[in-house]
Structures are given as C-alpha cells and as structure tokens.
C-alpha cells in the first residue's frame, strides 16, 4: 500500500530552522505536483507551498522569502526547508502528492499523516 511519509517536525525557537521531508513509500508510476500544508489549532487547512515535476513551486505569501520547497525525483521525496520560523508558523504539517498508478490511470491525491511543527520559546 502506497503512503506518504513525514519527517523532520519538532519544537524550534523563534528564528530558528526545520526541514520536513516527505516520502512516497511503495510501488508507483509517477508522481505530479507535490506539496505542504498546515494546519493551525482552531483554523482550517492551508496551502504553505507547492512543487510539480518539473520544478516550479509557488508559495503562500506568510512563508515566502523564509521556506524552500524542493523535491528529489530520483528518490520520490519532496522537502520543506523554514528558516526566521516564527511563532505563528506553529501546526501541523502535511505532505500532499498526487499519484499516479499507472501510465493511463487518474491521478490519486495523497496525504500524510502529518508532523508537528512547534515554535516557541
């Protein structure tokens, strides 16, 4: 069975850094666009940057300038890279990819389980 799988989350200081990672484990074809997403106590779920195949992204306006994303293809795994982490970065994020099985099938939009990201001192 095909998941995402994150890592990197943690407690951070403010100003400080974290990298998530994201692995597609199992058998697939290819993969589209893949991405980050957060989600604050009490607020609803946001996009925090995107990447497709062939390496362009696009970023929310809070994180851009502060967090990379990137993506190994060679190793299916897509990163998050914060730098200046502030306070209201703090939720839990999540990886998102959409798959494909085959080289006819649909895509299939995937998500992690999520990994917490906390920043305070």
């Known amino acids: 069975q095909v998941e995402l799988v994150e890592s990197g989350g943690g407690l951070v200081q403010p100003g400080g850094s974290l990298r998530l990672s994201c692995a597609v484990s199992?058998?697939?074809?290819?993969?589209?666009?893949m991405g980050w997403y957060r989600q604050a106590p009490g607020k609803q779920r946001e996009l925090v940057a995107i990447i497709i195949s062939g390496g362009s992204t696009n970023y929310a306006d809070p994180v851009k300038g502060r967090f990379t994303i990137s993506r190994d293809n060679a190793k299916n795994t897509v990163h998050l890279q914060m730098n200046s982490l502030k306070p209201e970065d703090t939720a839990v994020y999540y990886c998102n990819a959409d798959l494909y099985y085959s080289e006819y099938a649909p895509g299939v939009e995937l998500w992690g389980q999520g990994t917490l990201v906390t920043v305070s001192s």
């Open positions: 199992g058998s697939i074809f290819s993969i589209g666009a």
